[in-house]
């Protein structure tokens, strides 16, 4: 086995509680060094469960765990390079700043000079200069999150984990706190694991996303790539907002929805395939009803600050969801106008293996072009 600049791997993992249900089903996959990973999906669907199975605080029913190329399913969670930020941050009210985020290192019997030099320069990277004598109670949401981090980074971990940290802000603070974690996680150049079931904080933090469901990982990459070609209908549905309509695969290039046929970027599908269509709101141009490639009975309008959002039927009876800046008038037939680009062609049951290929074959051909 070859470990590049891979970090951890989970080969096959299962884990199942006594009698219940299976939690995590033959997961596999890795995470490389030095990157923001992003576990994403509803609740119960095992990402808290990786986390614990990497930090030790369960162990695997079966299946492999590596860190560095070594097998960790038997090492104790205090001997892992890992640390974590829990959801409820787990400070201690009745220590200081400076002593919450001393804690692990006085538990290391580290000198007290060094645990000093080390406190300040955490809490220096979380912007709490000043704050080492500060009470907990005295401390906001947001600065209380930022304890938790630096006792996190004080300890040098190769890998610090998430769980949620930043769901108990509120919005503003919580959308702050998201670049903050960003800047520091490029600033450190350790790998984060972050859990949240929060689409749009997945997207903007992460270098790549896991997106699970009934535990199982159902597709992994960048979040452009996932939001731009997911996999099937749990990935485009969870991952923003997205018009999903039946359709069928002429041929290369040219698919069938609506009571129509249109131009496509896909191939590599079977002829007369029935096949699931995906056109995100935004790819959707409002037109005149004859200028548009779909028509469209308007059925409802809200206002949403930066956009309407539009609700409509087709003549197939098709739904569609369209946000513009133009406004529309509830009972009036308007066009969509859409690019072949923002065709999104969906194969039933496939495999991210045979998702990756057929994308590759899209790549190969473009590129002979």
């Not at 509120?170 to 350790?190: A, C, F, N, S, V």
């Not at 949403?304 to 609700?311: D, F, N, T, W």
């Amino acid at each position: 086995m070859t470990f590049t600049n891979t970090i951890i791997q989970f080969e096959n993992v299962t884990k199942q509680y006594d009698n219940d249900s299976v939690v995590l089903d033959h997961v596999s996959f890795e995470i490389e060094k030095g990157k923001f990973y992003t576990l994403l999906g509803p609740s119960g669907c095992g990402k808290t469960t990786i986390l614990r199975l990497i930090a030790g605080f369960t162990e695997a029913s079966s299946g492999t765990i590596y860190f560095n190329g070594k097998r960790i399913n038997d090492v104790p969670a205090n001997k892992r390079q890992v640390n974590t930020v829990f959801q409820d941050y787990a400070l201690f009210p009745h220590l200081n700043v400076f002593e919450n985020v001393a804690f692990g290192l006085r538990i290391k019997k580290m000198k007290n000079a060094d645990i000093t030099i080390k406190v300040k320069e955490a809490l220096r990277f979380v912007n709490l200069e000043g704050y080492e004598n500060r009470e907990i109670k005295e401390m906001s949401g947001g600065q209380r999150q930022r304890v938790a981090i630096a006792r996190a980074i004080v300890n040098q971990p190769e890998v610090i984990l998430l769980d949620e940290p930043l769901s108990a802000l509120d919005l503003k603070l919580r959308t702050e706190m998201q670049y903050e974690l960003r800047e520091l996680q490029r600033r450190l150049g350790i790998t984060f694991i972050f859990v949240t079931h929060d689409q749009e904080e997945a997207l903007a933090m992460s270098d790549e996303i896991f997106v699970l469901n009934k535990g199982r990982i159902q597709q992994s990459g960048e979040p452009t790539d996932i939001y731009d070609e997911p996999i099937n209908r749990f990935v485009a549905d969870f991952i923003g907002e997205s018009n999903i309509v039946p359709g069928k695969m002429i041929a290369d290039f040219l698919v069938e929805f609506g009571g129509q046929q249109f131009e496509c970027v896909d191939q590599g599908l079977n002829q007369n395939e029935q096949v699931e269509i995906v056109i995100r709101p935004e790819d959707l141009a409002i037109t005149s009803s004859d200028q548009g490639k779909l028509q469209v009975r308007v059925d409802s309008q809200l206002f949403r600050g930066v956009h309407y959002e539009i609700l409509g039927y087709d003549h197939a009876g098709n739904e569609w969801l369209v946000h513009s800046t133009k406004k529309a008038t509830v009972g009036e037939e308007i066009g969509l106008y859409f690019e072949p680009e923002a065709i999104h062609v969906m194969r039933f049951n496939e495999t991210e293996e045979e998702f990756d290929k057929r994308l590759e074959g899209y790549e190969e051909d473009y590129d002979a072009n």
